[in-house]
C-alpha cells in the first residue's frame, strides 16, 4: 500500500501544476483529483459505460483502464509504480475522509486577491469570495496541521528552489527533470486546462515569470 501526499489549496493556486510534477518524479505518481472518482464511476451504470468515461484526460476515451473498477487508494496502489501517490482533490474533508493513507501534506498559499482575478478572468464573480477564501484556508490549514506539513508560495511552484524544498520536505532527492512534467506519461483523474494543454502540445516548456 503506497501513502498519499495531499496538496490542499483553493482553485487556481497551482495545484495541478504542482502536483504534474511531483508526479513526474521517478518515485511518484499523480492520480489528479482522485476524490471525483467515485462521482465519475457512479454515473456509469455497466462496465463497458464505465469505460467510456474519460477518467484520465490525458488517454483517449476509453483507453486508459487504471481507474477502472477502483475507487480506493488501495487499489490504485497495486497498479502504479513508485512509492508516493500525488492526490490534487485540494479538499479538506477528503484528506480526512482518508486520514489512513496519508504521507503529508502540502497547502499551497497563493495571495486571494490573485485568486479572485483568476476566477474573475474566467468570469466567475462569487459573492463573499473574500470571507469564503479566508474561511477555507482556515479549514484546510486546520486539518494540514494534524499530518507532517508544509506551505508553499504559488511562485514556489515555478522555480527550481521551491521544488528542492518540496521534495527534502517529502524525503526526495531533487530530480531537475521533474521540472519538465509533459515529457513523462501521466494518468489522473481531472478535466482541468493544465492537462488539456499538455495533451495537444501547446505546454513544452514553463515559460519565464
Ligand atoms: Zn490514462
Redesign the pocket.
Known sequence: MKSVVFILSPSYSGSTMLGLILGSHSQCEWVGEFSKLKKYNAQAKTYSQAKSVN?????KPG?????LDCNTYEKISERFKGKLLIDTSKKAGWVEKNKKVVHSVIYIDRPHADITASFAKRGIFRKDMAERLRRSKSTRLKVAKKFPHMTVGYKDICNSDGIERVCAFLGLKYEPEMKKFWLK????VGNVNLINGIVDGSIREIRKA
Not at 477518467?55 to 488517454?59: A, G, Q, V
Not at 483507453?63 to 481507474?67: A, E, P
Not at 506519461?185 to 489522473?188: L, P, V
Open positions: 477518467f484520465c484526460r490525458f488517454c483507453t486508459c483502464t487504471l481507474y506519461k501521466h494518468h489522473g
